[in-house]
């Protein structure tokens, strides 16, 4: 079964397509958030199609809480962002930001769903489980606490960290206090979900950038050592970092969503 809303998101993918050559105000205005939301919803059809069941149709309440803590949880990467000045923008308001900080968390999340629904990655485990130490958890965390020091102190070379740090920190956290995490998939020897987290955001990733190059309110980047070879905006070597944004993504959410709710339900399994 084929949700109706994914219709609506068919329809807002094919307008705001279209509306790059007519520019129809004010909608040029809004081209990434309306791709987008049909990206989304498009692809929570497709997740519901294959699954039977979607984080919108079926948690509603979860999904609304993704697309509220992607806010937030973005706009610590754009507070990064004033230090190491990776990207810049142009053409946008205020509200455009928050309208455009909606989509991130959601369209990784639903990918991932999909890719799960898809089932690609379902035979791939490791061999054996493999343990958890503490000495692991601490490592982790010693790395990911630097790693979000970093690009606050040597901008200029530790800009990539940021990309892995919260991953890093969040996850052996998520799991000591039993909220999901990729560290628990490891040690039970899956590599499902790390591994749909990971492409999925690569995806996610290569429709931000194929969009971006398009709209009128847009963002560039200047990144240290790696500016060359741009595939639309963004420079060949910076895709690398989506795939790890992915289970930052994971770490993040299930992080703050593991301190609010008490009955584990508005988690990301």
């Known amino acids: 079964m084929f949700k109706k809303y994914g219709y609506l998101g068919i329809i807002l993918i094919l307008f705001a397509g279209l509306n790059f050559f007519l520019k129809i105000k004010p909608f040029d205005l809004w081209y990434i958030p309306i791709i987008w939301w049909g990206y989304i919803l498009l692809v929570d059809s497709l997740v519901f199609h294959l699954s039977q069941k979607s984080l919108l149709s079926s948690y509603p309440k979860k999904f609304w809480l993704v697309v509220l803590l992607s806010i937030p949880l973005w706009a610590v990467f754009e507070w990064y962002n004033l230090f190491i000045q990776n990207w810049y923008y142009v053409n946008y308001t205020f509200w455009i930001h928050i309208v455009n900080f909606t989509i991130i968390f959601p369209a990784v999340l639903e990918t991932y769903y999909l890719l799960r629904a898809l089932r690609l990655f379902e035979k791939i485990k490791l061999k054996h489980k493999h343990n958890v130490s503490p000495r692991l958890i601490t490592v982790m965390i010693l790395l990911g606490t630097v790693g979000c ?26 799991y000591t206090l039993g909220n999901p995490s990729i560290i628990k998939h490891l040690h039970d020897g899956k590599l499902n979900i790390p591994l749909c987290l990971f492409f999925g955001a690569i995806i996610c990733g290569i ?18 050592f790696i500016g060359f070879f741009k595939i639309f905006e963004m420079p060949i070597l910076g895709y690398i970092g989506y795939g790890p944004f992915g289970w ?22």
């Open 207 to 224: 429709f931000w950038e194929f969009w971006n190059y398009w709209a009128f309110p847009k963002w560039f980047y200047e990144i240290p």
């Open 149 to 174: 020091i970093l690009p606050f102190i040597f901008p200029r070379y530790a800009f990539y960290l940021v990309w892995i740090a919260f991953f890093l920190l969040l996850d052996p956290i998520n």
């Open 248 to 269: 930052e993504v994971y770490s993040m959410y299930n992080f703050v969503a593991g301190l609010f709710s008490k009955n584990k339900k508005e988690e990301i399994e």
